[in-house]
């Protein structure tokens, strides 16, 4: 007789389409999230293709142009910005705050419908022939001169921003009125307060993208004149606008990592984070001095000289609290108990490759440096280092820490430490060649360039092989542990934590009544203290 | 069934539990306590579900005040960059008719509040029904002004696009201004209608009882997203109407 | 209850009155602003209609939607939004600040 958890609760394609329950909208996600990177690397897998010979001879210019587009669209806006958020952070807040649901359960059905609306609108426009401008939609191209499907997909991006919202408005009055009794704030897991804080951002930055795209669709469609600058429109308060959002955009995909981060480390090094309230602070002031930065994007288009000095100030504040976020894990790892597991070695990924991201953010947010290397491969290494290296290892980290607590099952440790190293070595052969390009002065977004940048090119390409082997690895091993992998523990780990404490999987309401707390739920004992524990 | 607390990894021994009430992570049927027929489950009781209700919609109307915001911030470049062309665009709409309207939203407000009252004090649904039939009754009234004001723009060449036509001296702000002008009134005359939408809702849940002072979240809620459509208003009237000082009669 | 900290804002039930006193500010409001625009005060009216339409909003905000007696995280929500929209605003800071660097392009 199985009993009963969220997953065997009912049965049937209903049960799953129309269903409230957090964990099952979080495992929705989970399986159209992982659908979209496998056609955002499609998209990458072409763009690598072409730039092996320097020659423009595997795709056209428009196309090569279409394939770095469609390629930026779905991995912004449908793969990076929901990944944690919209799986681990739907599966494990309502757990970890100690409630048994989201505030609102059928809103958090509603993002998920919006996410494949918007899904939807994007892969008609990339059927139809695609779009062409770049995933930054710049005027007065996108308005006025692109080829292609330039308001379809400029919709998907709209609608797909209000599944975003919607999550973060949940998360917010989830976290401040549904906590447990005892639970207050400097209890929580920092898995928490980095989605709170990502939360912030998604309810305060959306809105303006989705006004922005409208108005592109609407001038494209209706000829308006708002940015065309024949009328006396200006391209770049388009510019001001889009990045208004798409800075402290990369926020969100990367303080959700972060937090990631701060539970695997703890997990791992057995040890209390460093600094807990340091790390804490530090999520709410990376995503409120985020706000105030995006003029570094706009630095060598028409922007002030006065302005972009003052952006640039304030790019450089905002690395502080992220450095304090890696001293503080760093600090944890330090005289704990590690152990090499791959979570954690997904989480050593990060620390290091994030490290490198971040730094080389700074040196672009220097103003002199950037005319240099603006919209070279420069730029585009840096921010994969974020995101690919930061991000996506968080995630693959967090998939890995949780997937017991998810699935009920123990996934292969071998293949997964094998592919996490596959991981590892790709993304680096892949991306660190893109930095030395740039700086010798390879433009981005061309498909053709001067032959003496080919080795770097091929050594990326191979990189990128290697790389997509990497994330396909752990697609077969969860899938197999589904079907045949050893069924968990409440706390496979050994972790600290509200969602260690319920079966694996859990129940469908979670817990049966209010779990009182009575400490912080990262108050790790230490090896030294556990005799007589078990 | 695997014991729980049995260690999967050798060495790694389980923490001590977090939860002073350990009842609370046993598996356990659920125990259904008497509770009001509106309070959704997953809320420990109606005061947590009100507060987490109204503190949505608050959190949501901040989302909106960002989405119109992006407008208004488009505008003040355009009108920083031509204080007379905007001036001159402006003078072609007909403040009469914007001043009234913002007489009938200020007055659809009113009303909307008392609509709420109405719940809160467990008046007669016909009461209620009262209050937030007046309310739709303005709205659509300020939709039918808006409707006037727009023909007379197709009918006077001052819709933007291919069939855009300016007398006066500055003709590209004016073009970007009525623009904005469209975009503005346009996004907000939407919200108007999913207003509309929304109080129709609550007047069939008025008129089926469902309002007292025990439970009147929905129109509280549905009050807050209405009364900050008129607080939108109250800028672009003065914002969109007022520039410069002439206007025609 | 969560934690204890938020009260049920909603059990203060206003008398009618006060509604129709709020009205009365914002008729008086709107017919002020539409006679101020009619006088050249210069800069001053930009200041003025904003002053306006400032207090015409605050007074909804406070009184028809009940955030005099919320609890101080509605109040909190509220007046960030209104500051991140101050924020949204500041785009005009390149505008204005052009040229303000000597011996460079803009």
Same mark, same amino acid.
């Given at each position: 007789?199985?009993?009963?958890?969220?997953?065997?609760?009912?049965?049937?394609?209903?049960?799953?389409?129309?269903?409230?329950?957090?964990?099952?909208?979080?495992?929705?996600?989970?399986?159209?999230?992982?659908?979209?990177?496998?056609?955002?690397?499609?998209?990458?897998?072409?763009?690598?293709? =072409?730039?092996?010979?320097?020659?423009?001879?595997?795709?056209?210019?428009?196309?090569?142009?279409?394939?770095?587009?469609?390629?930026?669209?779905?991995?912004?806006?449908?793969?990076?910005?929901?990944?944690?958020?919209?799986?681990?952070?739907?599966?494990?807040?309502?757990?970890?705050?100690?409630?048994?649901?989201?505030?609102?359960?059928?809103?958090?059905?509603?993002?998920?419908?919006?996410?494949?609306?918007?899904?939807?609108?994007?892969?008609?426009?990339?059927?139809?022939?695609?779009?062409?401008?770049?995933?930054?939609?710049?005027?007065?191209?996108?308005?006025?001169?692109?080829?292609?499907?330039?308001?379809?997909?400029?919709?998907?991006?709209?609608?797909?921003?209000?599944?975003?919202?919607?999550?973060?408005?949940?998360?917010?009055?989830?976290?401040?009125?549904?906590?447990?009794?005892?639970?207050?704030?400097?209890?929580?897991?920092?898995?928490?307060?980095?989605?709170?804080?990502?939360?912030?951002?998604?309810?305060?930055?959306?809105?303006?993208?989705?006004?922005?795209?409208?108005?592109?669709?609407?001038?494209?469609?209706?000829?308006?004149?708002?940015?065309?600058?024949?009328?006396?429109?200006?391209?770049?308060?388009?510019?001001?606008?889009?990045?208004?959002?798409?800075?402290?955009?990369?926020?969100?995909?990367i303080l959700p990592a972060m937090g990631v981060i701060s539970e695997i480390v703890q997990a791992f090094a057995r040890k209390n984070i460093f600094g807990y309230s340091f790390v804490a602070f530090s999520s709410l002031a990376i995503a409120i001095i985020g706000f105030l930065v995006w003029g570094h994007h706009i630095f060598v288009a028409g922007?002030?000289?006065?302005?972009?000095?003052?952006?640039?100030?304030?790019?450089?504040?905002?690395?502080?609290?992220?450095?304090?976020?890696?001293?503080?894990?760093?600090?944890?790892?330090?005289?704990?108990?590690?152990?090499?597991?791959?979570?954690?070695?997904?989480?050593?990924?990060?620390?290091?490759?994030?490290?490198?991201?971040?730094?080389?953010?700074?040196?672009?947010?220097?103003?002199?440096?950037?005319?240099?290397?603006?919209?070279?491969?420069?730029?585009?290494?840096?921010?994969?280092?974020?995101?690919?290296?930061?991000?996506?290892?968080?995630?693959?980290?967090?998939?890995?820490?949780?997937?017991?607590?998810?699935?009920?099952?123990?996934?292969?440790?071998?293949?997964?430490?094998?592919?996490?190293?596959?991981?590892?070595?790709g993304f680096n052969l892949t991306f660190f060649p893109q930095f030395i390009a740039g700086y010798l002065g390879m433009p981005r977004r061309y498909h053709a360039y001067p032959p003496e940048f080919q080795v770097l090119n091929v050594a990326s390409t191979l990189g990128a092989s290697i790389l997509a082997v990497g994330y396909v690895i752990p697609?077969?091993?969860?899938?197999?542990?589904?079907?045949?992998?050893?069924?968990?523990?409440?706390?496979?780990?050994?972790?600290?934590?509200?969602?260690?404490?319920?079966?694996?999987?859990?129940?469908?309401?979670?817990?049966?009544?209010?779990?009182?707390?009575?400490?912080?739920?990262?108050?790790?004992?230490?090896?030294?203290? =556990?005799?007589?524990?078990? | 069934?695997?014991?729980?607390?049995?260690?999967?990894?050798?060495?790694?021994?389980?923490?001590?539990?977090?939860?002073?009430?350990?009842?609370?992570?046993?598996?356990?049927?659920?125990?259904?306590?008497?509770?009001?027929?509106?309070?959704?489950?997953?809320?420990?009781?109606?005061?947590?579900?009100?507060?987490?209700?109204?503190?949505?919609?608050?959190?949501?109307?901040?989302?909106?005040?960002?989405?119109?915001?992006?407008?208004?911030?488009?505008?003040?470049?355009?009108?920083?960059?031509?204080?007379?062309?905007?001036? =001159?665009?402006?003078?072609?709409?007909?403040?009469?008719?914007?001043?009234?309207?913002?007489?009938?939203?200020?007055?659809?407000?009113?009303?909307?509040?008392?609509?709420?009252?109405?719940?809160?004090?467990?008046?007669?649904?016909?009461t209620q029904v009262a209050w937030i039939g007046a309310t739709m009754l303005l709205g659509a009234t300020f939709l039918g002004v808006k409707a006037i004001e727009y023909a007379d723009k197709f009918a006077h060449h001052l819709v933007p696009g291919p069939n855009f036509r300016w007398e006066g001296k500055h003709p590209a702000p004016a073009e970007?201004?009525?623009?904005?002008?469209?975009?503005?009134?346009?996004?907000?005359?939407?919200?108007?209608?999913?207003?509309?939408?929304?109080?129709?809702?609550?007047?069939?849940?008025?008129?089926?009882?469902?309002?007292?002072?025990?439970?009147?979240?929905?129109?509280?809620?549905?009050?807050?997203?209405?009364?900050?459509?008129?607080?939108?208003?109250?800028?672009?009237?003065?914002?969109?109407?007022?520039?410069?000082?002439?206007?025609?009669? | 209850?969560?934690?204890?900290?938020?009260?049920?804002?909603?059990?203060?039930?206003?008398?009618?009155?006060?509604?129709?006193?709020?009205?009365?500010?914002?008729?008086?409001?709107?017919?002020?602003?539409?006679?101020?625009?009619?006088?050249?005060?210069?800069?001053?009216?930009?200041?003025?209609?904003?002053?306006?339409?400032?207090?015409?909003?605050?007074?909804?905000?406070?009184?028809?939607?009940?955030?005099?007696?919320?609890?101080?995280?509605?109040?909190?929500?509220?007046?960030?939004?209104?500051?991140?929209?101050?924020?949204?605003?500041?785009?005009?800071?390149?505008?204005?600040?052009?040229?303000?660097?000597?011996?460079?392009?803009?």
């Open positions: 007789m199985e009993t009963l958890n969220y997953l065997n609760n009912g049965h049937g394609l209903k049960s799953w389409l129309l269903t409230k329950d957090h964990k099952r909208i979080a495992v929705l996600y989970l399986v159209s999230i992982t659908l979209f990177f496998v056609i955002g690397g499609f998209f990458a897998m072409l763009v690598r293709l =072409e730039l092996l010979t320097p020659a423009g001879d595997l795709l056209t210019s428009e196309t090569y142009n279409k394939m770095f587009t469609m390629h930026g669209v779905v991995m912004v806006f449908f793969f990076l910005i929901p990944s944690i958020p919209a799986t681990l952070g739907n599966f494990l807040i309502p757990i970890m705050v100690g409630a048994k649901d989201l505030a609102f359960p059928r809103i958090n059905l509603l993002s998920w419908y919006i996410y494949v609306l918007g899904g939807i609108f994007t892969l008609v426009a990339a059927l139809s022939g695609g779009v062409d401008t770049g995933w930054t939609f710049y005027t007065p191209y996108s308005t006025a001169a692109a080829n292609g499907h330039v308001i379809t997909a400029a919709l998907g991006v709209f609608i797909t921003g209000f599944s975003s919202i919607l999550t973060g408005l949940n998360f917010i009055v989830t976290i401040h009125r549904m906590r447990a009794p005892g639970l207050t704030w400097f209890r929580l897991p920092l898995f928490v307060w980095s989605h709170y804080a990502t939360s912030l951002i998604m309810v305060l930055g959306t809105p303006v993208i989705a006004i922005t795209v409208l108005l592109v669709a609407a001038e494209r469609a209706l000829h308006l004149g708002i940015f065309d600058p024949s009328l006396g429109g200006d391209p770049v308060l388009f510019q001001h606008l889009f990045w208004f959002y798409s800075h402290p955009a990369v926020y969100i995909m922007q002030s000289v006065y302005a972009g000095m003052v952006f640039s100030f304030l790019s450089f504040v905002v690395a502080i609290p992220s450095a304090i976020k890696v001293f503080n894990w760093t600090a944890t790892i330090y005289k704990g108990s590690v152990s090499f597991d791959s979570p954690m070695l997904y989480a050593f990924g990060f620390i290091g490759l994030f490290t490198i991201g971040g730094l080389t953010g700074l040196f672009l947010a220097a103003m002199g440096l950037d005319i240099h290397v603006h919209d070279t491969y420069f730029v585009v290494a840096h921010f994969h280092y974020i995101m690919v290296g930061g991000a996506i290892m968080g995630y693959l980290g967090g998939l890995h820490y949780w997937w017991p607590k998810i699935s009920g099952r123990i996934y292969s440790e071998p293949w997964a430490k094998f592919s996490a190293l596959l991981v590892f070595t697609l077969i091993y969860f899938t197999y542990s589904l079907v045949a992998g050893e069924k968990s523990v409440n706390d496979p780990w050994g972790a600290r934590g509200l969602e260690w404490e319920i079966p694996s999987p859990p129940p469908t309401e979670n817990f049966t009544v209010s779990p009182v707390v009575t400490e912080g739920t990262h108050q790790y004992v230490h090896p030294s203290q =556990e005799v007589g524990l078990a | 069934m695997p014991d729980p607390h049995a260690e999967h990894f050798p060495g790694r021994i389980h923490q001590p539990p977090l939860v002073a009430n350990l009842e609370a992570i046993q598996p356990h049927d659920q125990i259904e306590l008497p509770h009001h027929p509106k309070l959704q489950h997953h809320f420990d009781d109606m005061a947590q579900q009100i507060e987490a209700s109204t503190l949505g919609m608050w959190v949501f109307l901040v989302t909106e005040i960002m989405f119109f915001g992006g407008l208004f911030a488009a505008y003040l470049v355009y009108r920083h960059a031509n204080p007379e062309g905007f001036a =001159e665009a402006s003078h072609h709409l007909n403040v009469t008719w914007g001043a009234v309207n913002t007489i009938v939203l200020i007055v659809s407000s009113l009303t909307m509040a008392l609509a709420v009252r109405s719940a809160q004090i467990s008046a007669p649904p016909k970007i201004f009525y623009s904005l002008y469209f975009c503005m009134t346009g996004l907000h005359a939407l919200h108007m209608i999913i207003g509309l939408g929304i109080m129709t809702v609550i007047g069939i849940m008025a008129l089926r009882r469902t309002f007292d002072a025990d439970y009147y979240t929905p129109v509280e809620i549905a009050g807050l997203y209405w009364h900050f459509v008129d607080i939108v208003w109250i800028f672009l009237f003065p914002l969109l109407y007022l520039i410069g000082g002439h206007f025609t009669e | 209850m969560s934690d204890g900290q938020g009260h049920f804002g909603h059990a203060h039930i206003a008398p009618a009155s006060m509604y129709y006193k709020v009205f009365g500010a914002l008729i008086v409001g709107t017919i002020l602003t539409v006679f101020a625009a009619k006088v050249d005060m210069g800069a001053l009216n930009n200041v003025v209609m904003l002053l306006i339409a400032g207090t015409k909003a605050t007074l909804v905000i406070l009184f028809f939607m009940h955030v005099r007696w919320s609890t101080r995280l509605t109040w909190v929500v509220a007046a960030a939004g209104f500051f991140w929209l101050l924020l949204l605003f500041s785009v005009i800071g390149d505008y204005i600040s052009r040229g303000w660097v000597p011996g460079t392009l803009r």
